[in-house]
């Protein structure tokens, strides 16, 4: 059975910083495709970015330049480091990973961004 559980979410002011990460258990190796989803109250949930076993990484245009997405192969484990955060930026973020050609989700973790 396949886990993901988040931690670092939290409240932070315009502009400020916040990590988050997410941790895959279960009998996981080499997995395709590991990202971060986010939904905001009112709106569909929406990619925020993802990584490949390879690297390649994909965001979201909103995101690019302020959000990095990283992964350690070995501890099947991907973060999110956010910078520069904006008031838009509030929703609950979710991890998601693609193995076997299936979609496991994490719950989520909420990101407040408001002075």
């Known amino acids: 059975q396949v886990q993901l559980v988040e931690s670092g979410g939290g409240l932070v002011q315009p502009g400020g910083s916040l990590r988050l990460s997410c941790a895959a258990s279960g009998r996981l190796f080499s997995i395709p495709v590991m990202g971060w989803y986010r939904q905001a109250p009112g709106k569909q949930r929406e990619l925020v970015a993802e990584?490949?076993?390879?690297?390649?990484?994909n965001y979201a245009d909103s995101v690019k330049g302020r959000f990095t997405i990283s992964r350690d192969n070995t501890k099947n484990t991907v973060s999110l480091q956010m910078n520069s955060l904006q008031p838009e930026d509030t929703a609950v973020y979710s991890c998601t990973v693609l193995w076997r050609g299936m979609q496991y989700w994490g719950k989520g973790t909420l990101v407040t961004v408001s002075s």
């Open positions: 990584v490949t076993l390879g690297g390649n990484t």
